[in-house]
């Protein structure tokens, strides 16, 4: 049975996505801890972060240093910072976000009742700083698509 990001991935559940490639997804969170929260995702249904690959791992981290310093540009943080967790999806997935001070680093802190519109606003700013800092090829066209 599908995970619930390989159903995003097909276009069966919406997405906000910000960066496609033939490896990896990565998706605004529908329940952020703050602003502009991103998930790497692979496109691989790998359980969790000790089963993946030492390549892919590699890959997915590289995509999120790009992610967190366009967030860091976007939002003015001192920090972005990477969390990995994966309890509430059997899908490796990596947390990348802006950050200001670890005491604000933890679960306890999301919120699941973000308006869709401020989402989408976070999420077009995630593209744009994304495109500005030299990777658009990965920027999808259709932000609703995970297309490579």
């Not at 680093?105 to 699941?112: C, E, H, I, K, V």
Request: aromatic fraction near 4%; avoid cysteine; glycine fraction near 4%.
């Amino acid at each position: 049975m599908p995970t619930l990001f390989t159903r995003i991935i097909d276009g069966e559940i919406p997405g906000r996505f910000v960066w496609s490639d033939d490896r990896a997804v990565v998706l605004l969170t529908i329940a952020p801890i703050t602003d502009g929260h991103a998930l790497v995702v692979p496109r691989a249904e790998i359980e969790q972060l000790t089963d993946a690959p030492d390549d892919l791992l590699a890959h997915l981290t590289t995509v999120a240093k790009a992610v967190g310093r366009a967030q860091q540009a976007a939002w003015d943080a001192p920090r972005a910072a990477l969390l990995v967790a994966g309890f509430e999806v059997p899908h490796l997935h990596l947390h990348v976000l802006p950050a200001w001070d670890e005491s604000s680093l933890t679960f306890a802190n999301a919120r699941p009742d973000v308006p869709a519109d401020e989402l989408d606003a976070a999420a077009q700013r995630l593209r744009d700083a994304l495109r500005a800092a030299g990777h658009g090829a990965h920027v999808p066209a259709d932000p609703t698509v995970a297309a490579p």
